[in-house]
């Protein structure tokens, strides 16, 4: 018998609701994305075999990205269509010991090692149970609850039940072991031979699986991020960020005499930081990054190759790589590679009533329960000059946006948008 | 006899001109209202006994402000109704010996210590005889103008005689030593006994006791600022300014060691200066403020817990307790308390003709006698990113500005005004 | 017979496409006007006598301005008509010598001295024929070209052949001697005689003389720069700012402790360089400019009595004299003396398909082959605050542009543009 379970991360579901930020599992938090990032933990954490499901779209990246990870038996297999999770994990049927367990993850739920510690400490006392790790939460959550009996075992799961009718604190995330990957598989298949709608045939497969085996919950109080909206790209960030201990400076950075680093702060190799610029930890600037004269960074991540213009400010935000930006101000907002953010712009991160923002997802209004909240900007967007986005927006990858736009709606991939002005002239002697 | 007169000052006027700043005997010059600094210097003086005519609105912060005051007997009564200075002078008329000199002055006149000097000097040589300020005016001055004859006594009282017409260079400045306040205040109710309107009782009692009592102009050439309109804020404040002598840091007071302090300056405790920000005396930074990275503070009084932000210039301005500023330009302003100024904001202080700045007070037009001017903004008004304040508008308590506004005509107190821009959209692929 | 040619430097011409800059042989490109340095280096090389063909408007300053060159012997004559280089060459027949050999140059021509080294070295191996200079260019160049043969004898002289049909990749600079002034005169004097339509009597003169003389080309690889179109100030100033070495910074000049000077510059008297402020090199600051706090100045000149105001940012532009900015980006920009360009103001540079930028000259749209050019802005034009000027857009004198305007297209001289905003207002409680 393994030491470790065999590790499933599901990596390959196409969220629209992220939009304009794709493919999140290849987010950068720092010099690695995530999926990477989250491989490396699970492999610090004992684990040897993982089966990730990609999508058709990033199975080649993704396959890149993890061939430089070495000590660990990784494959990749692709699910074809988006016919929910269930049908993800069978992809993996194929590649696993029917007998073997499995640990079922998500590249984007973000959780401290803590959680993976106490479910494979559980396990290993009793690996002939299944386990699903169980989020305390006080405040209402619209997730999957966990029915438990008085002897923590998990009798049920209820999606959304509504805030005055959880039947516990215990919030279902995707973190489970299960004792037996074949007997999974099995009732998976049953589920999708019963009918195809809804998507939900691995919470089926679980409930069925219930009534005639042990499922124990395993608490857990510690920080858990997920990336369902584009704004939780901040979230996230701000978690990695908080994880960044002193301050890390590649040999060779520039950094002139008059700049102020301070903080915790990770600078990687060959970036600038000329006079009078200032980052304030919690910050990440990454390889290749001028910040330039008189520029402040903080409490934000700035990747790769962007240039960080005289007297910008980057305040609370996830700049990706290869962005240009000058002379303008970037509050809370998050930006995918590219971008072109003129002099003068500004994202607006506070409603005028002080608010919490909404945002427009699929044409509805969300809130995004941030006091403070810019925009989010789609790859190789151009932003003109003094461009003002309104809390909340989105403009899709592509856009462009004429000089003195107030946006308060979002704007779509690859539209164009300008103000008309009025003119008044008046010639010479009038 | 007692040493000095009994004082009077009179803080019970309600000018709507001052609109949008309010309650002017208020308004801090440093750390303390106006009305306690008046008073603490008239302590020092001399005197002993005042009485403080307030209005119903702002009675209790008036006594509150003043009991911080210890060595003056000081009582605070209300005008009821805004039935001009005599009205005022009669509601301390209970409390004022008839026999006693009274000494009449107004919180809003700003005048150095030597008139009131040259005043009680001249009275105690001879404390029988009236006494009236005259200010030396090349200049024509819209207010009082003393007829005086040969041998220095004053026969007449002209308001507004017009440039052509004045009898004197001599402009009534209310610091006024009446011999015996019975005497005064007999020929006010009879005033009132004689017509309600117009509410120049007070004046109109002089005048008639000038004919058969000796009053007596005691000349002044020194610094006469007042508080008529609200433009004038900047006029007393840069008094207060060019008083700083050296500069007075706080203990405790946070300076980067790349920000700058130069000239005279007061900066009280908690204030933080972040790296690269500059304050240029004459200046004062209230308890708490923020100046953050690579901002310009300059011949300007920055009240308490305000935020400074990145990139802001603050230069020649008045900002009440409480002001956000954020990457903006704040020029020849008066900002009230909890104002709210986004990034990209400009209060544009230089007509383009660079003219004389007018402004609109109560309907007319008003030359402010000013080159520059920016805004006079009320409390809490919240102006968006990218606004544009005209030289000399005036914004109102509680008004929003909405993104990108250029404001050519004052705001009213509570309106909201956005901009309602054109756009023009092309598809992608079009 | 004199070591060197009778010098003609023609500095007459009305150029209408260099609107709205003006004068370009008197323009500054450092201390002195650019007739005065070309004057200096021309001295250098040994010439001795010096002819230059002004016009009406600027016979007096080009007279006052020479005037300070000692050790040459100056005389200016006045083309009263723009009849053409022919004519302008006639206006110094009175003055020179037939007999005496002729060096033909134009002000506003940028060449190394390598050039006029390599023709009178030439010319004094053999001082009886006439020497052309020609510019190498692999691209094709909208000018005159050079038919020569075999020999490097010159056969002709086509202009704008196209770029199919050069017939030789040698462009004729102006640059030529003369191997005896009454020659030329003659043949120019038969030109105007057979028509005074075109006005290339001066060209014709010369091919029509190739029947019967020889002239030989004296190719040339070195910079090439002409001031034909406005956006040419920017590589005419690069040139000279190439020249500069090391830092040559005037006694008494203020530079704060916190303000960084980098790279190749000349600062001259009386400048301030206040703290956080940068100039990075190559750059030229003039007399008595001011450089603000927390501004930036690099690869640009900024010639005398300038103001770069509070976080202005100067970069790659050309700033005359006594130019008011202000929390301003001037990029790729050229400014001529007493613009003001308030805060919030943006030269934009780049165009959104990051194309080449065009400019309208005489009605017709103008490739400038520059990928960044912002604008180019007339004596004592206003820009008030917040104007965004595009790429390429030029701003008479004496133009004033209301704020927030964004500059689509040129204004003429004089004109005054203004922006009319939709309100949308809110009273209080509705």
Redesign the interface.
């Known amino acids: 018998m393994a030491e470790v379970p065999f590790l499933v991360v599901l990596a390959g579901g196409v969220s629209s609701r992220m939009w304009p930020v794709r493919e999140k599992s290849l987010l950068r938090f720092g010099p690695d994305p995530l999926l990477v990032s989250q491989l490396r933990r699970m492999q610090k954490l004992g684990f040897t075999d993982v089966i990730i499901v990609a999508n058709p779209e990033n199975q080649a990246t993704i396959t890149d990205v993890v061939s430089g990870i070495s000590g660990l038996n990784i494959r990749v297999v692709v699910q074809d269509e988006a016919r929910g999770m269930g049908d993800a994990l069978l992809r993996t049927q194929p590649f696993v010991p029917a007998s073997r367990s499995l640990y079922v993850t998500q590249v984007h739920d973000i959780v401290d090692d803590d959680l993976h510690r106490d479910m494979l400490h559980t396990w290993r006392n009793n690996p002939s149970i299944t386990y699903i790790a169980g989020a305390r939460r006080e405040d209402y959550f619209p997730g999957g609850y966990l029915v438990v009996d008085a002897n923590d075992r998990i009798t049920g799961l209820i999606e959304k039940p509504g805030a005055d009718r959880r039947p516990s604190d215990l919030v279902n995330i995707v973190a489970h072991i299960h004792a037996e990957a074949g007997r999974l598989f099995e009732a998976i298949h049953a589920e999708y031979a019963r009918s195809e709608t809804p998507d939900d045939h691995y919470e089926r497969a679980m409930s069925a699986l219930m009534g005639s085996h042990v499922f124990r919950v395993v608490p857990y109080h510690g920080v858990w991020k997920a990336l369902k909206y584009p704004w939780h790209v901040l979230d996230v960030m701000d978690h990695y960020l908080s994880h960044i201990q002193g301050q890390t400076i590649a040999p060779g950075v520039f950094i ?1 005499d ?1 700049a ?1 680093i301070t903080g915790n702060v990770v600078i990687e190799e060959g970036v600038k930081i ?3 610029a ?1 980052v304030v930890g919690p910050a990440y600037i990454g390889a290749g990054t001028i910040v330039g ?2 520029a ?1 960074v903080r409490g934000s991540m700035v990747l790769d190759r962007c240039e960080v213009g ?2 910008t ?1 980057i305040a609370r935000s996830y700049v990706a790589d290869h962005v240009g930006m ?2 303008c ?1 970037v ?1 809370d907002s998050v930006f995918m590679p590219n971008v ?1 953010f ?3 712009c ?1 994202t ?1 991160n ?1 409603r ?1 009533d002080k608010g919490v923002v909404s945002s427009t997802i699929k044409g509805e209004r969300v809130r995004t329960e941030r006091d403070k909240l810019g925009a989010i900007i789609g790859q190789g967007a ?1 932003l ?3 461009v ?1 986005t ?1 809390p909340g927006v989105k403009i899709g990858a ?1 856009a ?1 946006v ?5 946006v308060h709606q979002d704007i ?18 009038e």
Do not use: C, W
């Open positions: 002139a008059t102020r000329f006079p009078g200032a004269n008189n402040l005289f007297t400010e000058h002379a101000r509050l072109n003129s002099a003068g500004t607006a506070l005028i151009f003109s000059v003094d003002m309104m592509g462009q004429g000089p003195g736009t107030h779509r991939d690859g539209q164009r948008v300008y103000v008309k002005q009025v003119y008044h002239i008046v010639e010479p002697g």
